[in-house]
C-alpha cells in the first residue's frame, strides 16, 4: 500500500509539473498582435488648446475672396498642388505616410504632363497653402486642366495646416469660384473630409474623399507606405493602368472598404463625378 501511494504521488507530480509547463508555455505566446495600420483620427479630438485659441486658428469662408483669374497664363497647359503633412507642430500629432502620399500623387501628375507644387511637412503652413491655392486658382482658366490633392489631418470638412489652422470646406469653395476651367481633379486622404465633396462639387469636376462627415481614414501598414485610400489609387494607376479618374477612384473605394472589414473598422471613402465623359489625368 505504501509503494503504491508513493506512486500515485509520483504521478500525481508529473502531471502537475506537464500542466505547468504547458501553461508557461501557452502564456509565452502573444494573445494578440497590434495592427499595422494606424488611425488619422478627428484632429479636434488631438487639439489641446484652449478654445479661445483653437477659435483663432479657424479659416473659412469669411477669410476668402473668389481668386481673380489670370488669363494671360499658357492655354491647355496642367497645373496641380499637392500637399502632404506627416510632420505637425507638436510631438504628438504626426501622421506616418501623408508625406509619402504627396509624393507618390506628384510623380503620377508629372506624369501625366503637370506642372507640380508641392508642400510637404513643416513647409505646408496656413501662409503657403494659401497663397499656392491661390496661385492655383488663378490658372484654372477655360482649357487649363486642375488638380489639387491633401493629404494629413481632417476635422469636421476642415484640412489642418502644420502649424495647426483649421482650414474649411467653406474657404476652399469660395477660392475656386471664379474657376472657369472644365476639367479639375480633386483628392483628399483625411478623416471627416466629406464636406469638400459637397463644397467643391462643380460641372467638370471629379472628387474624392477617403471619409465622410463623419469617419475616419487610416494610415496602412509598412508593405503599403501610404494612406490606405492613396494606397489603392496607386495601385489602380500603376498597376492596373486605369487611363481614367473614375474607375481608378471607384477602385480604391472598393478596396478601402474591403481592407476595412479584415481591419475591423469603419470607412466612407467615396468620389464625385460631375465631369461629362471620361476623367483622364
Known amino acids: 500500500m505504501k509503494k503504491q501511494k508513493w506512486i ?11 500542466l505547468l509547463q504547458s ?20 484632429f479636434a479630438t488631438l487639439d489641446t488648446r484652449p478654445a479661445d485659441i483653437i477659435a483663432k486658428f479657424q479659416v473659412t469662408e469669411a477669410d476668402a475672396l473668389p481668386v481673380k483669374l489670370n488669363e494671360n497664363v499658357s492655354k491647355g497647359a496642367k497645373y496641380a498642388l499637392v500637399v502632404g503633412i506627416s510632420d505637425y507642430s507638436g510631438t504628438t500629432n504626426d501622421l506616418q505616410y501623408c508625406d509619402d502620399d504627396a509624393i507618390d500623387w506628384s510623380v503620377r501628375l508629372q506624369t501625366e504632363g503637370y506642372t507640380v507644387t508641392v508642400l510637404l511637412d513643416l513647409n505646408a503652413t496656413k501662409a503657403n497653402i494659401e497663397a499656392e491655392v491661390a496661385s492655383l486658382v488663378s490658372k484654372s482658366i477655360a482649357g487649363n486642366e486642375i488638380s489639387f490633392v491633401y493629404s494629413g489631418h481632417g ?8 502649424d495647426l489652422y483649421y482650414i474649411n470646406s467653406s474657404w ?14 480633386f483628392s483628399f486622404d483625411a478623416c471627416q473630409i466629406g464636406a469638400m465633396a459637397t463644397d467643391l462639387n462643380a460641372a467638370g469636376r471629379v472628387i474624392a474623399v477617403a471619409s465622410d462627415t463623419k469617419k475616419y481614414s487610416y494610415d496602412g501598414d509598412a508593405t503599403m507606405q501610404n494612406g490606405v485610400f492613396t494606397y489603392y489609387q496607386m495601385v489602380g494607376f500603376d498597376q492596373l493602368n486605369y487611363i481614367y479618374v473614375e474607375p481608378d477612384f471607384q477602385y480604391a473605394c472598393d478596396q478601402m472598404k474591403i481592407w476595412a472589414s479584415t481591419a475591423h473598422v469603419r470607412v466612407a471613402p467615396s468620389y464625385v463625378d460631375s465631369y461629362v465623359g471620361d476623367f483622364d489625368l
Open 172 to 185: 476652399f469653395k469660395t477660392m475656386f469660384a471664379n474657376a472657369t476651367s472644365t476639367k479639375m481633379m
Open 23 to 42: 501553461c508557461s508555455k501557452e502564456e509565452s505566446v502573444p494573445q494578440s498582435t497590434q495592427p499595422t495600420w494606424s488611425v488619422r483620427p478627428d
Open 155 to 162: 476635422s469636421r470638412g476642415n484640412i489642418v495646416t502644420t
Open 8 to 18: 500515485n504521488l509520483a504521478l500525481i507530480a508529473l502531471l502537475a509539473g506537464a
